[in-house]
């Protein structure tokens, strides 16, 4: 073997070789003379590699056989990576023990199969480690807060240890990219918005671009900017960053896919929705290689659904949503799948409201009772033509459906904290402080023990049942507010409630109640004899106040009387007052004294008949 290898060998020593295609065509040559040739095969996989061929590489894997296989095990796992093939490429990558190489195609093979934990994880490893190469270290950077930004995406934010961009991250345009798409997905719209105006200066700014890589490099800012104005309100801005993008231009089929779907949402008036239709429908095929992520892919695909609304193809929404339907869960949080679930209820009630849509929807509530996403949306119609009593209905009997069902998951979707937000709103409405308190009881003794509950809803839930007069609802705020103090202890509102909650059952809270804004600096400023002189008002919520109004009236107030309705007059126009009106008057006319019959005939009769005679 290695009087075989020694003429390549000699061959790459003797020159000076930058050109990988002459690398490429001294391995061949030395091939010819030896197919079993080790080296040569190896030196020409990396030179494939190099230029890109990477099936021609997958191929070269294939001639070499297992003689070679333990060698390239790193680039045959960039080559599957490569062309597509992610779950192998991960797991031969995952297989190649202390080698740096293998940990970066692991975490870009997981990153692209939406494993974001694997890939953060693996990326906070190697940022741990010394960099091996140049510029290593700004490459881990950019990767792992790609992850990051997916973690927050894909709703798994409680596992992104960084939340806020530190200077690092403004100092370079990919950096302060991902810092942006970071505080999207967590809400942060204007933060984003500040974020992406950064990256889009820094990137105008590099000296190490050509203006058609700059071009290229801001092309997915500006939709990222078309996007987060289009959710601000912004629609001056989002028309003029609309004017700017031209999608056929845009090179990647991924970013040209997103492109097309953020101006057509963007635009306030679509004035030929038969046009947005077709622009976003025939779209090039995405290569395998650059497939969307599945929230992006998700989007797009409602918003193709709602286009087809806006061109009235009813029946094949209803057809497409219903087989999606008929794969999923019957009752999910996700909103992928509810809003499916409402895109195809606005099918089947042809985008109408009021009482027409709502009557096209009940009949698959009682198909489908474990909806979430129907049952919302008949809820919304009821609140929208003011029928509050319905739409309180409509959520109490999806609760039910969930209560009573033996699935483990449906017991998460009943009190899902979103679920159990709408709940609250519509007993709010109605001013039904009971009911609130007893959904957030529920809702906290359900999730205290859960290994992740809401944080936020046991707030709520624990603020709630300190404001009750029961002393189980005051047992169950301690001890929800002991459970968020001892998971986090530098929470401000956390504290806060655990003070109050312990406040007349525990004189050992003084180190808790240290913390604590003093109350001196709270009622700094504030002057206690103007606000008694003005008078303190104790306001109640409309629903209290209306609900009140309709129940009561105050004690002092006399009924009054009910105005008599004064008809209007029925005498005739020549009524004279003066005149005796006729006593007969009420008298049908023939048996009226002066009533005389009428015509030749009539009278003849008349005459010729004694009093009471009968004709015969």
């Given at each position: 073997m290695a009087s075989a290898t020694q003429p390549l060998s000699a061959l790459l020593q003797r020159s000076s070789i930058d050109d990988h295609e002459e690398i490429l065509k001294a391995c061949n040559g030395a091939l010819k003379q030896s197919k079993k040739d080790l080296g040569a095969l190896h030196a020409k996989i990396v030179a494939l590699l190099k230029l890109d061929r990477y099936e021609d590489a997958l191929g070269a894997f294939k001639d070499a056989g297992r003689d070679l296989e333990d060698r390239v095990q790193l680039e045959r796992s960039y080559a599957l990576y490569k062309t597509g093939q992610l779950s192998e490429a991960a797991s031969i990558a995952k297989g190649i023990a202390d080698d740096r190489g293998a940990r970066h195609v692991e975490a870009?093979?997981?990153?692209?199969?939406?494993?974001?934990?694997?890939?953060?994880?693996l990326y906070r490893d190697l940022a741990k480690t010394h960099a091996a190469i140049d510029n290593e270290e700004n490459d881990l950077r950019i990767n792992g807060a790609a992850s990051d930004a997916q973690l927050e995406w894909s709703r798994q934010g409680h596992m992104v240890h960084k939340k806020k961009p530190t200077r690092e991250d403004l100092e370079?345009?990919?950096?302060?990219?991902?810092?942006?798409?970071?505080?999207?997905?967590?809400?942060?719209?204007?933060?984003?918005?500040?974020?992406?105006?950064?990256?889009?200066?820094?990137?105008?700014a590099s000296g190490d671009l050509s203006e058609e890589e700059k071009a290229a490099e801001l092309l997915p800012i500006r939709v990222q900017?078309?996007?987060?104005?289009?959710?601000?309100?912004?629609?001056?801005?989002?028309?003029?960053?609309?004017?700017?993008?031209?999608?056929?231009?845009?090179?990647?089929?991924?970013?040209?896919?997103?492109?097309?779907?953020?101006?057509?949402?963007?635009?306030?008036?679509?004035?030929?929705?038969?046009?947005?239709?077709?622009?976003?429908?025939?779209?090039?095929?995405?290569?395998n290689t650059d497939k969307l992520?599945?929230?992006?892919?998700?989007?797009?695909?409602?918003?193709?659904?709602?286009?087809?609304?806006?061109?009235?193809?009813?029946?094949?929404?209803?057809?497409?949503?219903?087989?999606?339907?008929?794969?999923?869960?019957?009752?999910t949080t996700s909103p992928h799948i509810n809003n499916i679930s409402v895109l195809n209820a606005a099918a089947h009630a042809q985008r109408r409201l009021g009482n027409f849509g709502i009557k096209q929807m009940l009949p698959l509530l009682e198909k489908r009772p474990l909806d979430v996403g129907l049952a919302l949306v008949i809820i919304q119609l009821y609140i929208l033509t003011n029928n509050h009593g319905s739409a309180v209905t409509v959520m109490e009997s999806l609760l039910k459906h969930l209560e009573a069902s033996t699935s483990p998951d449906d017991e998460d979707v009943r009190f899902a904290p979103g679920l159990v937000g709408a709940v609250v709103s519509l007993y709010t409405l109605q001013g039904r402080k009971t009911q609130i308190t007893t959904e957030l009881a529920k809702a906290a003794s359900y999730w205290r023990h859960k290994s992740k509950p809401s944080r936020s809803l046991l707030q709520a839930a624990g603020v709630a049942l300190l404001e009750s007069k029961k002393s189980e609802d005051q047992d169950l705020a301690r001890k929800i507010f002991t459970t968020?103090?001892?998971?986090?202890?530098?929470?401000?509102i956390t504290t806060a409630g655990y003070v109050a909650a312990h406040a007349f059952s525990s004189t050992s809270i003084t180190d808790e109640a240290k913390t604590l804004t003093p109350i001196s600096r709270l009622?700094?400023?504030?002057?206690?004899?103007?606000?008694?002189?003005?008078?303190?008002?104790?306001?109640?919520?409309?629903?209290?106040?209306?609900?009140a109004a309709s129940r009561k009236r105050a004690l002092d107030e006399k009924p009054k009387p009910a105005k008599k309705r004064i008809r209007k007059s029925r005498l005739p126009k020549d009524y004279d007052p003066n005149k005796q009106p006729d006593p007969e008057r009420w008298l049908p006319l023939r048996e009226r004294s002066s009533y005389r019959p009428k015509g030749k005939k009539g009278k003849q009769r008349a005459a010729g008949l004694p009093q009471g005679g009968v004709e015969t």
């Amino acid at each position: 073997m290695a009087s075989a290898t020694q003429p390549l060998s000699a061959l790459l020593q003797r020159s000076s070789i930058d050109d990988h295609e002459e690398i490429l065509k001294a391995c061949n040559g030395a091939l010819k003379q030896s197919k079993k040739d080790l080296g040569a095969l190896h030196a020409k996989i990396v030179a494939l590699l190099k230029l890109d061929r990477y099936e021609d590489a997958l191929g070269a894997f294939k001639d070499a056989g297992r003689d070679l296989e333990d060698r390239v095990q790193l680039e045959r796992s960039y080559a599957l990576y490569k062309t597509g093939q992610l779950s192998e490429a991960a797991s031969i990558a995952k297989g190649i023990a202390d080698d740096r190489g293998a940990r970066h195609v692991e975490a870009q093979a997981s990153y692209r199969l939406e494993d974001f934990e694997r890939s953060a994880l693996l990326y906070r490893d190697l940022a741990k480690t010394h960099a091996a190469i140049d510029n290593e270290e700004n490459d881990l950077r950019i990767n792992g807060a790609a992850s990051d930004a997916q973690l927050e995406w894909s709703r798994q934010g409680h596992m992104v240890h960084k939340k806020k961009p530190t200077r690092e991250d403004l100092e370079a345009f990919e950096t302060a990219y991902n810092a942006a798409c970071a505080s999207i997905a967590r809400g942060e719209l204007t933060q984003g918005a500040v974020l992406l105006k950064r990256s889009q200066d820094l990137c105008n700014a590099s000296g190490d671009l050509s203006e058609e890589e700059k071009a290229a490099e801001l092309l997915p800012i500006r939709v990222q900017q078309l996007y987060v104005l289009s959710r601000l309100g912004n629609v001056e801005g989002a028309e003029a960053v609309a004017s700017e993008i031209t999608p056929n231009d845009i090179s990647d089929a991924s970013t040209r896919e997103v492109a097309y779907n953020n101006t057509i949402a963007a635009s306030t008036n679509i004035e030929n929705p038969y046009l947005a239709h077709r622009s976003l429908h025939d779209a090039a095929a995405i290569p395998n290689t650059d497939k969307l992520f599945t929230i992006q892919s998700d989007r797009i695909k409602e918003n193709k659904l709602v286009l087809d609304l806006l061109v009235s193809k009813f029946s094949g929404v209803i057809k497409s949503t219903s087989r999606l339907l008929a794969d999923m869960p019957s009752s999910t949080t996700s909103p992928h799948i509810n809003n499916i679930s409402v895109l195809n209820a606005a099918a089947h009630a042809q985008r109408r409201l009021g009482n027409f849509g709502i009557k096209q929807m009940l009949p698959l509530l009682e198909k489908r009772p474990l909806d979430v996403g129907l049952a919302l949306v008949i809820i919304q119609l009821y609140i929208l033509t003011n029928n509050h009593g319905s739409a309180v209905t409509v959520m109490e009997s999806l609760l039910k459906h969930l209560e009573a069902s033996t699935s483990p998951d449906d017991e998460d979707v009943r009190f899902a904290p979103g679920l159990v937000g709408a709940v609250v709103s519509l007993y709010t409405l109605q001013g039904r402080k009971t009911q609130i308190t007893t959904e957030l009881a529920k809702a906290a003794s359900y999730w205290r023990h859960k290994s992740k509950p809401s944080r936020s809803l046991l707030q709520a839930a624990g603020v709630a049942l300190l404001e009750s007069k029961k002393s189980e609802d005051q047992d169950l705020a301690r001890k929800i507010f002991t459970t968020l103090q001892e998971q986090d202890p530098e929470s401000r509102i956390t504290t806060a409630g655990y003070v109050a909650a312990h406040a007349f059952s525990s004189t050992s809270i003084t180190d808790e109640a240290k913390t604590l804004t003093p109350i001196s600096r709270l009622v700094a400023g504030i002057d206690a004899s103007a606000l008694e002189e003005a008078g303190v008002p104790q306001p109640k919520s409309s629903a209290d106040a209306a609900l009140a109004a309709s129940r009561k009236r105050a004690l002092d107030e006399k009924p009054k009387p009910a105005k008599k309705r004064i008809r209007k007059s029925r005498l005739p126009k020549d009524y004279d007052p003066n005149k005796q009106p006729d006593p007969e008057r009420w008298l049908p006319l023939r048996e009226r004294s002066s009533y005389r019959p009428k015509g030749k005939k009539g009278k003849q009769r008349a005459a010729g008949l004694p009093q009471g005679g009968v004709e015969t």
